[in-house]
Nanobody, 119 residues
Framework: VQLQASGGGLVQAGGSLRLSCAASGSIFSINGMGWYRQAPGKQRELVATITSGGSTMYADSVKGRFTISGEKGLNTVYLQMSSLKPEDTAVYYC??????????????WGQGTQVTVSS
């Protein structure tokens, strides 16, 4: 199972970016997907999640600015980020709670993608 994240970059404050995360491999089912971020010197924190039923949850710091969505049964998940602030600067990680064809459901992580917001 692999999670491939993409879409990070450098943007000015007030700008927008869209992150993508594609899940591939021997997947039986995906229970939910999410985005986390980790800024330098800080712990990794939850940004947004989406379940297979379409329920979403957001960190208070991004509510109203970020939107998580998915397609193809959550095999691909997006994080649309708008009104970006310098404090959104971090490495963003894709996370999946999924069941592989062989084995139990567990969490998988993608590689991080850097988001830098300049003031």
């Amino acid at each position: 199972v692999q999670l491939q994240a993409s879409g990070g970059g450098l943007v000015q404050a007030g700008g927008s970016l869209r992150l993508s995360c594609a899940a591939s491999g021997s997947i039986f089912s995906i229970n939910g997907m999410g985005w986390y971020r980790q800024a330098p010197g800080k712990q990794r924190e939850l940004v947004a999640t989406i379940t297979s039923g379409g329920s979403t949850m957001y960190a208070d710091s991004v509510k109203g600015r970020f939107t998580i969505s998915g397609e193809k049964g959550l095999n691909t998940v997006y994080l649309q980020m708008s009104s970006l602030k310098p404090e959104d600067t971090a490495v963003y990680y894709c996370n999946a709670d999924l069941r592989p064809i062989i084995g139990r459901s567990r969490a998988y992580w993608g590689q991080g993608t850097q988001v830098t917001v300049s003031s």
